[in-house]
């Protein structure tokens, strides 16, 4: 298994950079790995970790 470094930043200076319509989807990549970061509402969140 490889390891990931993810390059961070904080939320508030990217959303400058992004379409200003629609919904997205935050990731990086490499050669070997795509990481992907989608953030839901706490709602949806404790209702997927319920159940499973």
Same mark, same amino acid.
């Given at each position: 298994?490889?390891?990931?470094?993810?390059?961070?930043?904080?939320? %508030? &200076? !990217?959303? *400058?950079?992004?379409?200003?319509?629609?919904?997205?989807? %935050? &990731? !990086?990549? *490499?050669?070997?790995?795509?990481?992907?970061?989608?953030?839901?509402?706490?709602?949806?969140?404790?209702?997927?970790?319920?159940?499973?």
């Amino acid at each position: 298994m490889s390891q990931v470094n993810l390059i961070t930043e904080p939320y %508030l &200076a !990217q959303t *400058d950079r992004w379409p200003r319509l629609s919904r997205h989807i %935050l &990731a !990086q990549f *490499d050669d070997v790995s795509v990481v992907v970061h989608q953030a839901y509402n706490r709602a949806i969140g404790h209702f997927a970790a319920f159940h499973g």
